[in-house]
C-alpha cells in the first residue's frame, strides 16, 4: 500500500502534520525562525503573519466567473499529477541542457556559456500564444523570433541564431513526445511519498527516486491553509499524516514544487515584500494579486500562471483567461519582467478600466514594473486615462523584493535587492478613485516600505555572486529588454 513515511523528532507529531487547531493556522510558528523574529513573535511586537495575510478576503462578485469550485482530489489522482511532474521536471531539465549546448554553438565567441534566463524568457513569450506550449514548461514555437534575437544579442550571427532557435524549438517538442508517452507508464516503484523533516525545512520525495524538493516549515503550514480552503472548504486536514487524505495533501504538494522548481528563473516569481503589501490592504484596499503562485503570494486569493497544480491552494487561473474579469475591487499586478508579458497584460488592466468605468463600478489597480522607459508598456501606462498621479519610482539598489525562491531559503534570505528601478503606478475608475484616495501619503508609505525588503546584499553584483552559478550563466553580456 501506499505509505507516507514522516520523520519524527522529539514530539510525537511536526507540528505541520498536526490540525489547524493544534498550531497557529497561517503557519506563523517560532520554531525554524531567526532568534530576533522569534523574541518578535513570542512578545507579539510582530504579530501579523511573515509570509501572507489571511486576513485579506473577497466576495464571489469581485473574483466573477474565475472563482470556480475546485474538484477534489483523489490519492490516486494526486499521485499520478505527482508522477507526472516528476517526468516532466526530468524533461524540461534535458531541454534545458540542449539549448544550453545549441545557444554555446551558436556563438561566434568560445565563451560556452548560455546567456542568463535564456530559456525562462523563450517561455515567458511561448506562454502567451495559444499554441506556444506544446506541454507545460515546453515551448512548441519561437514567437516572433524572440529566443533567435536573444542568441543574436548574445554574439551569434543572424543565420546561426535563427537555426539554433529551430533546434532548439524541435528539441523542445521531442522531450514532449517522450513525456506524453510516459504518461501512461505504470510507475511500480513509486507507491509512497516520503515527507522528511530537516531542521526548518521539509523535503519531499517520491520513494527513493531523485531530486527531491523542498520548503520552510511556515511555507508548508501557509500551504496547507490554502489547501483547507480552496480543496476542502474549511475542513482540516486529520492528524494522521497516513491518511488518504493527509498523503493526497502531500502529493498535491509535491506536484506544486517540483513544477515551480522545473520553471525556474526566480526573479521572475520575485513578489513585492509583505510591508508594503500591508499598506496596499490597509490603505488601498487591496485583497487580490494578479501576478503570483501559492509560494509566493501575499493574500488567499490571486491568480497564477498554472491553473493544474496552482488551483488546489487557491488560485483564480491566469490573469490572461476570459473568466477572469472583475468589474470592481483593488488588485495589485506585478507581472513577470518580461517587456511581451507586461505589455499584454497592460492592454488588458485597460480594457477591465474601461469596462468598470462604463458600469460606474470601483476598480483600482496598483502596477509594479521596472522602469523601463523605451518600451511600450511604460509608454502605454503613461498615456492611461486612469492614471491617478503621476508614477513613482525607486531607485533599484533602495528596495528589494520577496526571492521566487522564497519557500526554498531560510528565513532571513526571504528578500533580495532589485535588479531595477522600479516604476509604480496607480490606475482607478472614478468610482474607485473616490473609495480609494491615492494621495502623498500613501505614495510616500508603498515606496518607504518597499526599501524595508532590500535583504542582505547591497546591490545585484553581490546578489550574483551569491546565487548565480559560475558556469552555464554569464554576465558578461546580459539580456537586453526588448522595445515592445
Known sequence: QSRIKIAHDSFVMPWWGQSPGVMPWWGHHTRGLSKSN???????????????????KVSSEVCGAARATVTQLT?????????????????????????????????????????????????????????????????????????????????????????????AVSKSREAAARWRSR???????VVDI????????????????KPYVKITKMHLGKLRALYCRASRR??????????????????????????????????????????????????????????????????GTFCS????????????????????????????????????????????????LRHAEKENKALSFVVIVPAWSDCRYWRALEQSAFLRCERDIVNAEDHGFCDGSQHSRPSHERHRVSSYDTGVWYLQTSMAAKKWVVNDQVRRLVCETMKKARGSVKNVKELEKR????????TAHPIKKTKL
Not at 194 to 209: D, H, N, S
Not at 247 to 252: D, G, I, N, P, V
Not at 255 to 268: I, V
Not at 467 to 474: C, S, V, W
Request: glycine residues 8%.
Open 305 to 352: 500562471q498554472f491553473e493544474d497544480v496552482d488551483a488546489h491552494f487557491g488560485s483564480l487561473g491566469s490573469f490572461f483567461s476570459n473568466a477572469f474579469a472583475p468589474i470592481e475591487g483593488s488588485f495589485e499586478m506585478n507581472p513577470p519582467f518580461v517587456p511581451e508579458t507586461m505589455l499584454l497584460a497592460v492592454e488588458k488592466l485597460e480594457r477591465l
Open 38 to 56: 522569534k523574541d518578535r513573535a513570542r512578545s507579539g511586537t510582530d504579530a501579523r503573519p511573515r509570509i501572507w495575510d489571511p486576513r485579506a
Open 75 to 167: 490519492l490516486a489522482d494526486a499521485r499520478r499529477a505527482a508522477v507526472d511532474e516528476y517526468n516532466l521536471h526530468k524533461q524540461v531539465k534535458r531541454t534545458r541542457s540542449e539549448l544550453a549546448r545549441i545557444a554555446a554553438c551558436a556563438q561566434s565567441s568560445d565563451t560556452g556559456q548560455t546567456p542568463l534566463l535564456l530559456y525562462e524568457r523563450w517561455l515567458a513569450r511561448a506562454s502567451l500564444a495559444s499554441d506556444g506550449l506544446t506541454a507545460p514548461l515546453l515551448p512548441n514555437i519561437d514567437p516572433e523570433g524572440g529566443l533567435a534575437k536573444d542568441l543574436a544579442r548574445h554574439g551569434a550571427s543572424v543565420d546561426a541564431s535563427t537555426r539554433a532557435a529551430s533546434e
Open 234 to 299: 474549511g475542513k482540516p486536514l486529520p492528524d494522521d499524516s497516513s491518511s488518504s487524505e493527509y498523503k493526497t495533501f502531500a502529493f498535491c504538494v509535491f506536484a506544486l514544487l517540483t513544477r515551480y522548481d522545473s520553471l525556474g528563473g526566480a526573479g521572475y516569481q520575485a513578489a513585492l515584500g509583505e510591508h508594503a503589501f500591508d499598506v496596499l490592504y490597509e490603505k488601498l484596499g487591496v485583497c487580490v494579486e494578479c501576478f503570483a503562485s501559492p509560494l509566493n503570494c501575499r493574500y
Open 194 to 209: 516520503a515527507v522528511q523533516e530537516r531542521g526548518a525545512f521539509i523535503t519531499l520525495q517520491l520513494g527513493t527516486l
Open 467 to 474: 546565487y548565480r552559478p559560475e558556469k552555464g550563466a554569464t
Open 183 to 189: 504518461r501512461d507508464a505504470v510507475e511500480n516503484d
